[in-house]
């Protein structure tokens, strides 16, 4: 396998990684099961999320360096980096609102996490201007 | 590096409906494993796990694993693809992982309904092996070996 196979492969398995992350908390906020689903999704969510988005940042950037055709000012890689930074920094209030137990905001923050996780794939996909 | 990356614009609804499906399997999955086996490891949380892992059987895993379906059916209509490896892994691990997941949503069921005991270990083993296979899948349909 070439470099690029394995980054693209790695990167995938990263977004894969991070959906699972939004799965597991989306399991926790709108789903029953009480303290025990609490107990069972709490830490995998974190983990998932947490190695997913890095993955996905890190693995993402280095493709981006690594293939001719993209340049990270391409606009279509900047959007991304912006809904990364949208759904990070929902996905980090989230945590610290589940890991305090005060559920102020946890359906909306996790309606910005999926939205913009959707809006990353729809963008890694159809990859506009490039 | 210069690669073969651009593909035709006619592809992309149809792949996005594949891989967002395959994410959401996989996501679903994932929740299935983490309940299942966390009831395993603790006897006095197994029932109360029962439902939503069945639950998630239903209305999660299954309804992504037909969009995921319905878009590598799709995608292999527009690309007209042959039998390449990586095609008959996909397909390969997309049967046979039908079947398991049929399997595990039976086992959940029948748990869910006596309100008792977990369908944990069976439900956690199946569910780890349909999440290697896919890891498998994933890696073929990226590198696309010969």
């Known amino acids: 396998m070439s470099l690029y196979e394995w980054l693209l492969f ?13 799965a597991a908390y989306g399991a926790l906020v709108l789903g029953a099961g009480g303290a025990a689903a ?8 974190m983990a998932l ?33 912006v809904l990364w930074l949208v759904a990070s920094a929902a996905g980090g209030r989230l945590s610290s609102e589940l890991r305090e137990d005060r559920p102020g ?17 729809v963008d890694m996909v159809f990859k506009p201007g490039a | 590096m210069m690669l073969a990356i651009i593909r035709p614009d006619g592809w992309n609804g149809p792949l996005l409906v594949h891989v967002g499906g395959a994410m959401a399997l996989v996501g679903a999955l994932v929740v299935v494993l983490a309940l299942a086996a966390h009831g ?9 796990l029962a439902r939503p892992t069945f639950r998630v059987l239903a209305l999660g895993v299954l309804p992504a694993y037909v969009l995921m379906r319905a878009g ?10 042959g039998d390449e ?28 309904r006596r309100a008792a005991g977990s369908p944990g270990r069976a439900v956690a083993v199946i569910a780890g092996v349909l999440l290697v296979a896919y890891l498998v899948a994933i890696w073929a349909m990226t590198a696309k070996p010969a």
């Open chain 2, 72 to 81: 590598a059916e799709w995608i292999a209509s527009e690309e007209a693809v």
């Open chain 1, 105 to 121: 905001s946890t359906r909306l923050l996790l309606a910005v996490m999926a939205l913009a996780t959707f809006a990353l794939l």
């Open chain 2, 40 to 48: 395993w490891r603790r006897g006095d949380d197994a029932a109360a």
């Open chain 1, 10 to 22: 790695l990167h995938v398995l990263a977004a894969f990684l991070l959906v699972a992350g939004l």
């Open chain 1, 49 to 81: 999320w947490g190695a997913g988005g890095i993955g996905v940042l890190v693995l993402g950037v280095w493709l981006a360096l690594q293939v001719d055709d993209y340049a990270l000012w391409d606009p279509w890689i900047i959007a991304a980096i």
């Open chain 1, 38 to 45: 609490r107990r069972a999704l709490a830490p995998p969510a």
């Open chain 2, 85 to 112: 490896a990586w095609v008959g892994i996909g397909y390969g691990v997309s049967e046979a992982g039908l079947l398991l997941i049929l399997v595990a949503t039976g086992l959940a069921w029948r748990t869910s």
